[in-house]
């Protein structure tokens, strides 16, 4: 087994963990839809969460062609890992069996949290992305673009966080959005 197996094997029990986890959240949303009262501001904040475990897990394979794993490195990739699992926790409302479910309520309470947490996990990929695909070890993989995608989710998520209007949060909502799509679309590669 060669050094990157080994180590996207744990990776990919937490990403598997968290994908799971949403899964059954937006299965148990479905479910309870006729008690449901609905929030688009979390469902995509959801997404982004999810988006932000695929986009790691894509970009692991990046790493292929390391032939070292230190110690080091594996506690730094596990470490992200682990923030992406407990941003999808934060963000996935607790759905009960009976009752009404008031997603809104969910989000004025909760999305300062989740929207903290995704600003931690952008702001740890930037570091990680500066650090070891940029000018370390990996330096063959990503882009100074990728950065600055990265810096503004960071952004727009910490303005988000602070400030409670719906506007702002929508105006927010919207370029971290538009990131993800200008990043789909011209920074990620294929898998080759």
């Not at 932000?52 to 990739?77: C, P, Q, S």
């Not at 407990?86 to 309520?105: F, Q």
Request: hydrophobic share 60%; aromatic share 16%; charged share 15%.
């Amino acid at each position: 087994m060669h050094a990157f197996d080994y180590v996207m094997t744990l990776m990919s029990f937490v990403y598997a963990l968290a994908i799971t986890h949403m899964l059954a959240t937006v299965g148990d949303i479905i479910g309870a839809w006729p008690r449901v009262r609905f929030s688009w501001l979390n469902a995509v904040w959801m997404l982004f969460a999810l988006l932000g475990v695929l986009t790691w897990w894509i970009g692991m394979w990046g790493l292929r062609d390391a032939h070292t794993w230190g110690m080091g490195i594996v506690v730094i990739f596990f470490l992200l890992a682990a923030i992406l699992y407990l941003e999808v926790r934060l963000v996935c409302p607790r759905i009960p069996h009976d009752g009404p479910v008031d997603l809104v309520d969910f989000h004025n309470r909760e999305g300062r949290k989740y929207m903290t947490g995704f600003a931690a996990v952008t702001g740890f990929t930037a570091i990680v992305n500066v650090f070891y695909f940029q000018e370390g070890i990996f330096a063959d993989v990503a882009a100074s673009r990728v950065d600055r995608v990265v810096l503004i989710q960071c952004l727009a998520s910490i303005v988000a966080a602070r400030f409670a209007d719906r506007r702002v949060q929508f105006g927010m909502v919207l370029i971290v959005g538009s990131m993800w799509a200008w990043y789909f679309a011209m920074l990620q590669g294929a898998l080759t």
